[in-house]
């Protein structure tokens, strides 16, 4: 029998130790986990079956096909695309915001920062721009849009284990706008927004980094074949349903069949990344943090806390509507700011359905409104969105330290928008 005070006084310490940061969040997870195996009576085989190795899948998939993509000089390709298009730096700046939230689209949020961080930061520092703002910018946009469809970041992900999402029920769901589509319209509203009160104060000349002549050029048929196995793996994903098999075998044998054509390719004298180069650029300590947040869940829902939760909320979660709808979007999108916002929204995931199950009532607009307020929540604070720690630790590589006055000024702008502006586009399509 697992002991419910037990379980919750571990995970909340846990969560605790998590967001204070002072040691590594994996190694505090995977303590909390143990402490909830010895002292809350979790068994260790619960805690296992507790994680959605689908989800995992998912994530090491895409890794591996976007660690092909980086090693073939995307960022670079990625910046000669714009520089042939822009002469002005702040416009510059923004086509990048732009790239970077979309391609979160498919590739994990921290990954992009590190695609394209390193590119702006140089550029702000050859054009006299603001490199903190630069940095951070990207690292919002990244977080921004990693919702909008299956495969970006863990929210969307967690959505297809908790309520069986989809890869089309984030573009249009219960005959409605979804994801995409709804988040795509605030990040373009936000964007517009920042450049309005940030960018345009800085320079105007583009002057850009060198990119390595040969990076692109040399590795154009290993980007080519990169982005053609990406390509056939997110149109795999849109027809899982017809293919019947789990999405984290999609990608892995996306992956395989990538990994499969460069290793034969590089016997052939080809100059191309071993595999096992590729797997040193996957992110290990992620996807057992990710694992491990699954496993600490689920002692709570072992042991009935979640049980009882939702049973306190099933009246909230019956009633629906513009109130339910309002208070589950706000209290979770402030909650994000301070919290993790992965563990967040998985435990909250897990309480609405149950709720919902409970009351006999279609969690969707609920469901929508706490991935999305996590989301964009989570940009307020270092906290609550690893990837912006990421942005933050790059910039002081650079010689650039962004003061805590400096990043709230603007990830407490940029955050607060995207609520207000998604909630009262979101609003009338699924709260009422």
Do not use: C
Request: charged share 15%; hydrophobic share 55%.
């Amino acid at each position: 029998m697992v002991s419910e005070a037990l379980s919750l006084l571990v995970f909340l310490a846990t969560i605790v130790a998590i967001n204070a940061r002072i040691i590594d969040e994996t190694v505090v997870a995977l303590v909390g986990l143990t402490a909830m195996v010895v002292l809350a009576g979790y068994r260790p085989d619960d805690a296992f079956h507790a994680v959605d190795w689908n989800v995992i899948m998912i994530l090491l998939g895409m890794w591996m096909i976007t660690a092909y993509l980086n090693r073939a000089g995307f960022s670079e390709a990625v910046v000669r695309f714009v520089s042939r298009r822009v002469r002005d730096y702040r416009l510059f700046l923004v086509y990048l915001m732009l790239i970077a939230g979309f391609i979160s689209m498919f590739v994990d949020n921290v990954l992009v920062i590190l695609l394209l961080g390193s590119m702006v930061i140089e550029a702000a520092r050859r054009n006299g721009a603001n490199i903190g703002l630069a940095v951070l910018m990207i690292g919002f946009s990244a977080n921004f849009m990693g919702t909008a469809l299956l495969m970006g970041d863990l929210p969307p992900q967690l959505l297809h284990s908790v309520a069986g999402a989809e890869f089309l029920d984030f573009i249009w769901s219960r005959g409605k706008p979804s994801s995409f589509p709804l988040l795509t319209i605030t990040f373009l509203a936000v964007t517009g927004l920042m450049y309005f009160l940030f960018i345009r104060r800085e320079p105007s000349m583009l002057q850009l980094p060198e990119t390595s002549s040969s990076g692109v050029g040399a590795d154009r048929r290993l980007l080519n074949i990169s982005v053609f196995f990406f390509a056939a793996t997110v149109a795999a994903m849109a027809l899982r349903p017809l293919l019947g098999v789990p999405l984290g075998f999609i990608t892995i044998a996306g992956a395989s069949l990538l990994a499969l054509t460069v290793e034969v390719w590089r016997r052939l004298g080809g100059r191309v990344p071993s595999f096992e180069e590729i797997i040193g650029d996957v992110e290990w300590r992620a996807l057992m943090f990710y694992a491990l947040l699954f496993s600490l869940v689920g002692g709570l829902e072992e042991s009935g806390v979640l049980r009882r939760a939702a049973e306190h909320l099933q009246p909230y979660v019956q009633a629906g509507g513009v109130a339910a709808y309002t208070v589950f979007y706000w209290v979770t999108g402030l909650l994000s700011t301070m919290i993790e916002h992965d563990a967040l929204l998985l435990t909250f995931l897990y309480i609405v359905r149950n709720a919902a199950n409970l009351a006999g009532v279609d969690a969707w607009p609920l469901y929508w409104a706490m991935a999305w307020a996590a989301t964009l929540g989570s940009n307020a604070t270092i906290v609550a969105a690893p990837a912006l720690y990421v942005a933050v630790t790059m910039a002081e590589k650079a010689g650039h330290r962004i003061s805590p006055r400096e990043f709230l000024r603007y990830s407490l702008t940029y955050a607060t928008a995207s609520l207000v502006i998604h909630y009262l586009l979101t609003l009338p399509l699924w709260g009422t």
